[in-house]
Structures are given as structure tokens and as C-alpha cells.
């Protein structure tokens, strides 16, 4: 089936510094991912819809400048968190679109310390 | 964006007990896939379910689709302990992009 590899699982970094996570589709090819963000016991919320070979759409309240997207394979989206903050700790993942439906990525657990 | 609500919000049995828990949405949808979260861990996907198909076996699992209702379920029979996890559906339709719920947080005791 289709597999959405995401990396890496757990980073930790000091505040002020960016952090980048890669999402690759394995099987297939992608030319829209999705990511999404998750904090502790909550629900999983849409941040944005990655293009590629295009800018990124950003659901409400999500700072574009904040959390750069780029999607310049079919096979790779990349979100860079910048100049991270504490609070911008969190849980990522990212989707893809296959044939059939949707499949996620394992996750990226980001503490900003 | 087609968003899945699930219910009960939590969810406590015994070990061998079966777990029941719902899932309904507002718009049509093509597929319905369900997943399930541990804790601190990332989505695992359990089982997709067609529009056109009413109910889906996999292992102890069994998915229904009511799509007059809008709704579906997910039934996990002789539960286990490891069993224990967020459960979320993930409805999809069309170019909707699926978004959660809070999910239903099952525990189940040893």
C-alpha cells in the first residue's frame, strides 16, 4: 500500500532556531501533502496544504512565515519550523493523497527547549 | 474540509469486552478510514470503507457505513489491552481534504 515516510520522529532544539521535517511519499507520487499539528490530548488541526511546484495555502491563524512549506518534488514536502518557540512544541504529521484515500505519516514529536 | 466527530469522547472496558465507538460527518464522502493513535505516537490506519459498501472486516475489527445517516462505526471485538489508543475516522470525499476530531479515547483494563 501506499507509505508516507516522515523524518525525523523526535527532534529537540533551542529556542530561536529552525527545525526542518521532511515528508516523502514512497509509492507514489504526491503533488499535494497536508500538515497537520497536534497538541497534547487534543485534536489533530490542518495547518496547510502543500503544492508542489506552488506556494502552500495556509488554513486561518497559521503564520506562513513561521512555518515555511516547500514542495519542490512529487515525492517531498518539507515544513521548516522558524525561529522556534516553546510553544510551537508539538506533534506534526503530514498527508498524502495515493489513489484511493489519505495516508499519514508516523509523526514528528518537536520540543523546543 | 469533511470533519469526522467521534463518539463517546472515552471509552473504559475490560479486557474482552468489545469496544464500540461512532464516527459522523456532514457531506457526502467517497471513503471512510479509520486510525488509531497511541499515545505520543503517530497515526496507524486500521481499515478504509467505500461509500458503496455497508460493512468492513479486518481481524477483530468491524467497520459499518450508513451513509443516509451520515454515520459509521468502528466495533473492536475481545479487546486487549494493547488495544488501548485515540481512535479517529477520517471521512473523504471528493478534493475534501479529511480533518479530526478529538477522537475516542479507549482504555482498556488488564
Known amino acids: 500500500g501506499a507509505v508516507v515516510s516522515q523524518h525525523p520522529s523526535r527532534v529537540i532544539c533551542k529556542s530561536g532556531t529552525s527545525v526542518k521535517i521532511e515528508c516523502r511519499s514512497l509509492d507514489f507520487q504526491a503533488t499535494t501533502m497536508f500538515w497537520y499539528r497536534q497538541f497534547p490530548k487534543q485534536s489533530l488541526m490542518l495547518m496547510a496544504t502543500s503544492n508542489e511546484g506552488s506556494k502552500a495555502t495556509y488554513e486561518q491563524g497559521v503564520e506562513k512565515d513561521k512555518f515555511l512549506i516547500n514542495h519542490a518534488s512529487l515525492t517531498l514536502s518539507t515544513l521548516t519550523v522558524t525561529s522556534a518557540h516553546p510553544e510551537d512544541s508539538s506533534f506534526y504529521i503530514c498527508s498524502a493523497r495515493p489513489d484511493y484515500g489519505y495516508t499519514f505519516g508516523s509523526g514528528t514529536r518537536l520540543t523546543v527547549v | 474540509s469533511q470533519q469526522g466527530e467521534e463518539d463517546p469522547q472515552a471509552l473504559s472496558i475490560q479486557e474482552g469486552e468489545n469496544a464500540t465507538m461512532n464516527c459522523s460527518y456532514k457531506?457526502?464522502?467517497?471513503?471512510l478510514q479509520w486510525y488509531r493513535q497511541n499515545s505520543g505516537r503517530g497515526l496507524v490506519h486500521l481499515i478504509l470503507i467505500r461509500s458503496n459498501e455497508r460493512e468492513k472486516h479486518s481481524g477483530r475489527l468491524r467497520v459499518t457505513l450508513d451513509t443516509s445517516k451520515k454515520s459509521s462505526s468502528l466495533l473492536i471485538t475481545a479487546s486487549r489491552a494493547a488495544d488501548t489508543a485515540s481512535y479517529f475516522c477520517?471521512?473523504?470525499?471528493?478534493?475534501?481534504?479529511?480533518?479530526f476530531g478529538r477522537g475516542t479515547s479507549l482504555i482498556v483494563h488488564p
Open positions: 457531506t457526502s464522502i467517497n471513503n
Open positions: 477520517a471521512p473523504s470525499g471528493g478534493s475534501y481534504i479529511p480533518t
